[in-house]
């Protein structure tokens, strides 16, 4: 095993757990490090192993949410608190479940390319900083995510379509959603990870299935590759659940819109220059 490639796959998690959760969207800088670090491994390959990383960063939600989440408490209404929020989840992932299955093929071909990254990133980050400029003349109408409806997870689940073009971000869109629907700063942010549970589980369930059903062959080092990625972006994405838990607290989500419009500028010359 090449020392080597095993630190890339440690750079990629990182940036995974990190770009994952904050609203800046990690396959826009997973373009970016690839085109500066590319790992040793087939192409193929390769875009399956940035999805099935993902599935890390889900584990990271279950871990920091397992009071919450995880219906093994001895209270009953503990349990029903996490059921509920199971059903929110899960109804908040069909739209982009729906959608994604069945133009997964034609997004790949036509939207998978650093123009679309680089110009999503410019307009979600001008679009963050519009709502935080005049999110004072909305009302919030849900203040947590014990008071959210089958309709605002539906409305929620809706913007998360918009994640299918990448570079957009999902939890991007779904905060973003959720504060225009009448969701609490606090609140679209954390249903953001709830709903990232059944959303990213199943893209990395399929791409992991399709993997080991094609007939490439796989590597051992491919292999240990993507456990290490899995493995440091579980890590890291604790870490940046809890940043994102505390910041929302005290701030707007207006300097994320900012580094977005620079990021996407940025890259967007370094494509057309390079």
Known sequence: MNIVELIKAVIFGIVEGVAEWLPISSTGHLILLNE????????SFYESFEVIIQLGAVLAVLFCYKDRILPFSREK?????????????????????VIGLLFDGILDEYLYNSTVVCIMLVSYGAAFILVERFRSHRTVLVSNTESMTITDALKVGA????????????????????MLTGLSRET????????????????????LVKLLCSSEKITGEEILLLAVGCAVAFLVSCLAI??????VKRHSFSAFGVYRIIFGGGLLIYFFTK
Do not use: H
């Not at 913007?159 to 959720?178: D, E, K, N, Y």
């Open 188 to 207: 679209a942010a954390e249903y953001s990870f709830f709903l990232a549970i059944p959303t990213m589980a199943g893209a990395g369930a399929l791409k």
């Open 77 to 97: 209404e503990q349990r029903k608190k996490a059921y509920a929020l199971w059903r929110l989840a899960l109804i908040g992932a069909v739209p982009s479940a």
């Open 159 to 178: 913007f998360q379509v918009l994640a299918l073009v990448p570079g957009t971000s999902r939890s991007g869109a779904t905060i973003l959603g959720g």
């Open 242 to 247: 809890g940043f994102l838990t505390d910041f």
């Open 36 to 43: 500066l670090i590319p790992l040793k491994m087939s192409e």
